[in-house]
């Protein structure tokens, strides 16, 4: 009979949620619904001099965030806790005694050591293949100070050993430390389990990311009103591929595919360019209505200018720009764009309206056709009285569109220009490119 799949993910609590340890959380509970095993969150609380509350909430947070939800842990509030280090030191006590009995450890002035068997410890790394490091001159793992307080890589064993933990699978940075956990596997009488390393996560230049990297923290995406699914998607692939040429994918199709075989074995590149892609998309397949409370709320949360206006307004010019951004922090620029009518015009586009002769006068003419326009003022309306304009005037229409769109907007992209002038309404968008068009005069 084959053992379930029991898995985990084991934090510190001294800082934010970094994204490499949202991914490690990640790919463990991908792995475990993929196998219908367990998924077991633990926090290595031991070192208290470092911990914070605020860091613990963040791991919360951002994993509850992300939708990866653990399967089992001490009951709180009728819910599921996760395992406390600082809660077990009974446990971790016991199994010390246990080394301490059989010989495996020793006093060495006031803390504990594991005494190692001096030789080369292999295994077999089911992401890296096999793994040999030599041990024979190294220093004997510390299992507790003298303090009294428990060394990570004792505490780390004891409990995969206690939650049956089958499968340990981790960052990269993790390898050197497995023959020490495997000497202490050993060393307590108890079996393997199967190791993973994925290999880092990288900037695109090659190096390591930091913490002063943007996107480094969960937080941030949160902040920067990311959808949960599109930055949990873009996790995905940093170290996974579906093998073939498809970015976004449900997360059911992920865990669906989630083996050993779709895990890459070269360094993931942390391209900040693709995840806002990836928002785009998941972005542009909501709902008006529902674009519209993203918006909303991440205006409310940061007491944005854009709180104050209109609902119905700013509802409507969500609508135009909801396929145009990326992320909700670009909804900032777009709006004064489509609803500010001081809001000052590019300094690229402006130079480009003057530059060409001509311009200007046939600027005044678009105006003065949409002033005198009398039909109904609809997008498709709208276009073609320019275009009767452009006829009049011996030239193609988008000729007109581009100086229109920059006396309109005072930008060279955004919202599409026929809906934005039908948002605006008649009055106030003819008033604005007359007013703009002769200040460019002006100019």
């Known amino acids: 009979m084959t053992t379930p799949v029991r898995v985990r993910f084991a934090p510190s609590p001294t800082g934010y949620l970094h994204v490499g340890g949202a991914r490690t959380a990640l790919f463990n509970w991908l792995f475990a619904r993929h196998t219908h095993g367990a998924f077991v969150l633990r926090i290595e609380d031991t070192d208290a001099a470092r911990n914070t509350p605020e860091a613990l909430a963040a791991i919360y947070d951002g994993l509850r965030w992300l939708g990866i939800d653990w399967h089992e842990g001490p009951d709180v509030g009728g819910s599921h806790g996760p395992y406390l280090q600082s809660q077990r030191h009974d446990l971790y006590a016991r199994h010390l005694d246990s080394l301490l009995s059989s010989g495996h450890a020793y006093e060495d002035g006031g803390a504990i050591r594991l005494r190692s068997p001096k030789k080369r410890v292999a295994f077999h790394d089911q992401i890296l293949g096999p793994i040999s490091i030599d041990r024979s001159q190294e220093n004997d793992t510390a299992l507790r100070r003298s303090d009294g307080s428990y060394i990570f890589h004792f505490v780390n064993v004891v409990d995969d050993i206690e939650m049956g933990i089958t499968h340990v699978l981790r960052g990269e940075d993790h390898v050197m430390n497995t023959p020490k956990h495997i000497e202490i596997f050993e060393a307590l009488g108890a079996p393997l389990p199967i190791f993973a390393h994925m290999p880092l996560i990288l900037n695109m230049d090659g190096s390591k990311m930091s913490k002063r990297d943007q996107g480094s923290a969960v937080g941030w995406y949160q902040e920067q009103g990311f959808l949960p699914e599109a930055v949990r998607n873009f996790l995905c692939l940093l170290g996974w591929s579906p093998k073939d040429d498809r970015t976004k994918l449900p997360i059911e199709e992920v865990i669906a595919l989630f083996d050993w075989g779709h895990l890459n074995h070269s360094p ?176």
């Open 268 to 443: 993931a590149k942390f391209d900040i360019d693709k995840c806002l892609w990836l928002n785009s998309q998941y972005l542009s397949e909501k709902s008006s209505a529902a674009f519209a409370e993203l918006a909303h709320a991440y205006f409310a949360r940061h007491r944005h200018r854009w709180s104050d206006e209109p609902s119905s307004r700013l509802d409507t010019a969500l609508a135009l720009l909801q396929p145009k951004v990326k992320s909700l922090p670009e909804l900032d620029a777009h709006l004064a764009m489509l609803l500010d009518d001081d809001a000052p015009l590019e300094a690229e586009a402006r130079a480009k309206v003057l530059a060409k002769p001509g311009t200007l006068d046939q600027l005044d003419t678009v105006a003065a056709g949409l002033a005198a326009y009398g039909g109904p003022w609809k997008a498709d309306a709208i276009k073609q009285s320019v275009q009767e304009t452009a006829d009049s005037l011996g030239v193609k229409i988008g000729a007109l569109l581009f100086p229109l769109r920059i006396a309109l907007t005072g930008a060279s992209h955004g919202a599409d220009l026929m809906p934005a002038l039908e948002m605006l309404g008649r009055d106030t968008a003819v008033a604005r490119v007359q007013r703009r068009a002769a200040a460019l005069r002006q100019a």
